[in-house]
């Protein structure tokens, strides 16, 4: 199983980072893989200039190492990236990659819903918008709960 994870402030390249995917851990038997990346969100009627993740290094790593390792128990995946930014990020830059990989998409699919489920809501990360209006911090949302929960 090969497993990567990148904590980072620089911005990167979505497309890039999922063809390196597919060239370093394709291999023999793969027959899936599954790209998700989420960018910073501006809510046209509320608009931000810019969203500040704020996070405790280790202990999102560590977090994030729990979560791959129990996604590769529940499913048949090959391979996890997850790339995570952090500090200040400007709408419509990524945030978050997730690439699986595995033998067949259902598994590859869930995988990477898995680990986004979970990184929503148990990795330490901490969002912080700034607006016309000033600076607030956003709070957790119950439908995240809910699409975690679902797992369990």
């Not at 989420?38 to 993740?53: A, C, E, K, Q």
């Not at 901490?126 to 679902?150: I, Q, T, Y």
Request: aromatic share 8%.
């Amino acid at each position: 199983m090969d497993i990567r994870i990148r904590l980072q402030q620089e911005i990167f390249d979505p497309g890039e980072e999922s063809n390196r995917f597919l060239k370093e851990t394709a291999t023999v038997g793969a027959g899936a893989t599954v790209t998700f990346t989420g960018l910073v969100r501006s809510d046209p009627d509320n608009p931000i200039h810019s969203l500040t993740l704020e996070h405790y290094p280790a202990l999102a790593r560590a977090q994030l190492d729990d979560i791959t390792r129990e996604a590769s128990t529940r499913f048949p995946l090959m391979a996890i990236t997850i790339i995570h930014r952090f500090g200040e990020m400007l709408p419509g830059e990524p945030i978050v990659q997730v690439m699986t990989l595995s033998p067949h998409r259902q598994a590859a699919f869930e995988g990477a819903q898995f680990i986004m489920d979970f990184l929503k809501t148990d990795a330490p990360f901490w969002k912080k918008e700034k607006g016309n209006d000033g600076e607030s911090w956003v709070d957790a949302k119950a439908c995240d709960d809910r699409a975690r929960d679902r797992w369990r």
